[in-house]
């Protein structure tokens, strides 16, 4: 809570922020034109999506130095990371793929294919299954975090695009942009 890590796309940069002060403590170059900074559960590694360069910058957090940089699908914009900082998933709205890196390693896994372009990834808490949200494919499809396979997928109707889960983990509700509803999913049948 006392730091705030982000990105300056026009720069190629990675910024670290007191949050207190709201000074910059550091800064260090990243891959082409990055969009996002998460960090990992841990808090060591921050991990940065970058959009043009199709790649995940596996970054320190004390230092900014970057570790390694992983080739990802492309045009990336998102990542979900596995609670135990093990692994990351990394999203394209414009491919109809998911990359899977090892965030120990610095390696790609994989590259999932999924039934259609995802708007949306949701990781339930105890980081066990990754639910994927596609319009296109007008449903939503579960991951499964350990073996990195593709799992159930289930019809939903015109056009899911977001989720939210519930606290307890037991349902997801998915909006429907163009059946302009809210559709509930059991996550347990």
Known sequence: GTKAYTTSSGSDTLLALDCVSRAVLGRA?????????????????????????SSLG???????????????????????ILPDGSVAFVLSRTQGRISVVDLKRGVLLTNLQLAGRPTQMILKPDGGELYVISPESHGLQAINTWTHEVGDYVLLRSAPTYGLLSPDASELFISDNAADRIAPVDIYN
């Open 29 to 53: 170059h990243t891959g082409v034109e990055p969009v996002l900074a998460r960090v990992t559960p841990d808090g060591k590694s921050v991990l940065v999506v970058n959009r043009r360069g």
């Open 58 to 80: 596996i970054h320190d957090a004390a230092s900014l130095a970057e570790r390694a940089r992983v080739s990802v699908v492309e045009a990336p914009e998102d990542v979900a």
